[in-house]
């Protein structure tokens, strides 16, 4: 028994005709007899019934019982080749802040999206650092991207990126130079978004100095939204300037407080004790973000 003898026994199924069936398997009408007889050999039972001066075949009883038999052996073999073909791929599951999303591993998602052969089938989820950790914690995803070195019993965390902030200015900024103190701009005109603690800490002490911020956000999409109004300015790492420089017209300056923020780091966090099935996955996009991170003016730590 074979696919071939099942998948025409099933077209006769169909049509009840020999010559039909022939037609759509785009097979000779000797061929299909053929496979028919064969396939009833080996069962040792008569399927089929075909009455002088008719052109339909009818089944016979034990024809219409091998029907669901038949459909459950294409089932088995679907599923087999599904088995087969995911043994050549790589599944992975990791989480990030919506930021890193947004900014920093844009370009690596593409890139792999562009890819002639996919050989990684990737599942990104978007949640806050603290989410991420017991996401992780829970097997719910394989890998995670955070702002927050948190301690949580079963993960590790690796700092993998150093970035420097800027601050950015919609088109036609009110202050136009390489280095800008951020006493020199409009409060009011801020658009906040909290990056990680210390950053927290530095704005409060010398930006806002003690004053609460007019108007925060949580989500990339938001701030670069915002900014397109005019004389608006936030504070960002450069992986964030960067993207929405190549979104619309910026101005990203250096900023001059004799107190810098702190960079912001970006954490890559594992499991300590990794699902065995996405060792590989973890590995090889590991690699991939490597490279990437390399090619990039960002201050990768390796």
């Given at each position: ?284 996009f590991e690699e991939r973000l490597e490279a990437y991170l390399r090619d990039k003016d960002w201050g990768y730590?390796?």
């Amino acid at each position: 028994m074979n696919l071939s003898e099942i998948e025409t026994f099933l077209m006769i199924v169909k049509t009840k005709n020999i010559t039909k069936t022939a037609e759509n398997l785009f097979l000779s009408q000797p061929t299909v007899s053929h496979r028919l007889k064969s396939l009833e050999e080996e069962l040792g039972v008569k399927l089929l019934t075909r009455k002088k001066g008719y052109k339909q075949i009818e089944l016979t009883m034990q024809g219409e019982e091998f029907i669901p038999i038949a459909e459950r052996w294409i089932s088995v073999w679907q599923e087999m080749q599904a088995l087969k073909d995911n043994r050549q791929k790589l599944y992975l599951t990791i989480g990030c802040t919506d930021t890193l999303n947004s900014a920093m591993m844009y370009d690596l998602y593409r890139s792999m999206l562009d890819e002639e052969e996919q050989i990684m089938n990737l599942k990104v989820k978007t949640h806050y650092s603290s989410e991420i950790y017991q996401y992780l914690e829970n097997h719910d995803i394989d890998l995670g991207f955070v702002h927050h070195h948190l301690h949580f019993k079963n993960t590790v965390a690796n700092p993998i990126l150093e970035e420097k902030m800027y601050i950015i200015q919609s088109e036609n900024a009110a202050v136009q130079r390489e280095f800008i103190h951020t006493d020199e701009l409009d409060l009011s005109r801020e658009i906040f978004l909290s990056w990680e603690a210390d950053y927290q800490i530095w704005h409060d002490q010398w930006v806002t100095k003690g004053v609460r911020p007019r108007f925060q956000v949580d989500t990339f999409e938001l701030l670069f939204h915002l900014l397109s109004k005019e004389n608006m300015w936030a504070i960002a790492p450069i992986t964030v300037a960067e993207r929405i420089q190549k979104l619309r017209p910026v101005t990203v300056s250096e900023i001059a407080n004799k107190t810098k923020p702190p960079k912001r780091i970006t954490y890559m966090i594992k499991h300590k004790y990794p699902n065995e099935a996405t060792l590989r996955s973890v590995q090889v996009f590991e690699e991939r973000l490597e490279a990437y991170l390399r090619d990039k003016d960002w201050g990768y730590l390796g």
